[in-house]
T-cell receptor, first 114, second 111 residues
């Protein structure tokens, strides 16, 4: 079974530029999460999707971050404009609603904002 | 909302010795407590979890204990091996689909 795929793996941009991250969850997983992991900290939930609907985006800085999940499969997370404090690893995870426990994480995208 | 505290932030143990990582949580409604291992350049991977109706769970060299009264839970790794070196995260949640992570413990296994 293929795992959660993310791209790109690394991205370096200047502040005020825009960036987009892509995630392909495990096939059949209805729930998809985006987390932000700042160096030395645990993952922090940004947004949770159930199929193509948003379940929780209370921690998403909506003035600069946006996310969508087309057709309930792939998802993109966008930052526009980026700030220095956005430097972090962005993790995507997915979960099958039929198995209520484990979230499967992708390898993450490491973003550096200069 | 839920807050999870994790200690220590760094832990070094001799190969073959045991390692213990402790976490506390704030929301008494939390009933699901997973532990994740994160290796360099990879995403977190679930290694063991426990629910609030269980006090202890063991899987080979890894065990987790839960004290709901004190709102703390711990990860125990026995007979540590070099491949156990990684960052470990505890988490807590009151729904199966949403969890809050601690800040992590970097475990070093010394030869």
């Amino acid at each position: 079974e293929a795992g959660v795929a993310q791209s790109p793996r690394y991205k370096i941009i200047e502040k005020r530029q825009s960036v987009a991250f892509w995630c392909n969850p495990i096939s059949g997983h209805a729930t998809l999460y985006w987390y932000q992991q700042i160096l030395g900290q645990g993952p922090k939930l940004l947004i949770q999707f159930q199929n193509n609907g948003v379940v929780d985006d209370s921690q998403l800085p909506k003035d600069r971050f946006s996310a969508e999940r087309l057709k309930g499969v792939d998802s993109t997370l966008k930052i526009q404009p980026a700030k220095l404090e956005d430097s972090a690893v962005y993790l995507c995870a997915s979960r099958n609603s039929g198995t209520p426990i484990e979230q499967y994480f992708g390898p993450g995208t490491r973003l550096t904002v200069t | 909302g839920e807050n999870v505290e994790q200690h220590p932030s760094t832990l070094s143990v001799q190969e073959g010795d045991s390692a213990v990582i402790k976490c506390t949580y704030s929301d008494s409604a939390s009933n699901y407590f997973p532990w994740y291992k994160q290796e360099l350049g990879k995403g977190p991977q679930l290694i063991i979890d426990i629910r609030s109706n269980v006090g202890e769970k063991k899987d080979q060299r890894i065990a987790v204990t839960l004290n709901k009264t004190a709102k703390h839970f711990s990860l125990h790794i026995t007979e540590t091996q070099p491949e156990d070196s990684a960052v470990y995260f505890c988490a807590a949640g009151n729904r199966d689909d949403k969890i809050i992570f601690g800040k992590g413990t970097r475990l070093h296994i010394l030869p």
